[in-house]
């Protein structure tokens, strides 16, 4: 859709060099799908099932999520234009909701546990979006507004035109996105509780993509200053601590404080979100103060989310030493 987007050839082809990043992560995403079950035969198989499905259900829905969410395609919503695949246009969180399907029917169809299915799908997630992101370097995605902060303009973070310089936003999506992927490894290698890989991909991947969804100005999927992916992000880590809130309170803990603060936080928390939205699009303070802010709003959940882990892994620990 991106008259300067790279193109190269690939195959005797013309193609995009974003798709061709895309589908690196795509074999990446496989590799560990198949890595991390490979001493597992039913995991395995299960794996299989969700590689086979999560490339065309992924597809689909990342498409659909595009053209039916973003106001620039709106007007040119067609059964025709839908088809147009390679005029571009596609939503991460259609892609994702694509996965999670696959996932749960792999699961569901060699009779594994959902939550074993889910981690490897969130692993595998995190190793696609690392060049997926760094793909988006060739078009004219990922980028932030004009910046204003002079050692941010003369750093390698800045990408400039004619006009001005604008931070490289995908850039840091793909580090965030690679750091993730390193932290749940070393989780799901520890044989810890089924689930806990996926919660906490849940957790740390909506909150960062809140704040990266922020920092990204370039038109897709945004009304105004609001982003649909933003929203679904903060949606997505709230969800996770509102269920692992109830979950602990059903569970009766010694102590109910934790759960009820969280539970308390979460509308504080987005409240604040839009607060400080508002300072950076509409505000005269600096930018640099402003997302300072939002990274000590943004401490709150994940804090107060890995606590809720915490505990629940404790109370684990000790029904299970009861049972013995």
Known sequence: MFDDSATLIL?????FAYG???MLGCWLALAVLFFLSRKDEILHRAAAITAILALPLGFVLARLAFALLDPNFAPLLTLKNLFKVSYGGYAFYGALAGALIAGLIGARSAG??????LDLVALAVLAFLVPARLGEGFTALGVSRPLTTEFLINSFLARRDEYDAY???YLLEAVIAAVLL?????????KGREGKVFTLFCLLFGVSQTLM???????HLRYSFVGVQQVLSAALFSVTIIVLAIRLLKARPHSRLLPILALISVPVVLLAIVGVEFLIDR????KLFSYALYLAVL???VTLGILLIHQEDQLGQQRAHGAH
């Open 11 to 15: 195959l005797g082809k013309q193609a």
């Open 20 to 22: 061709a990043m895309v």
């Open 112 to 117: 594994v546990k959902k939550s074993k299915a």
């Open 167 to 169: 931070l490289r936003t």
């Open 182 to 190: 390193v932290i749940l490894l070393k989780v799901y290698h520890k």
């Open 213 to 219: 969804e922020s920092l990204r100005y370039d038109g």
């Open 283 to 286: 505000s005269e303070l600096g």
């Open 299 to 301: 401490a709150i959940p």
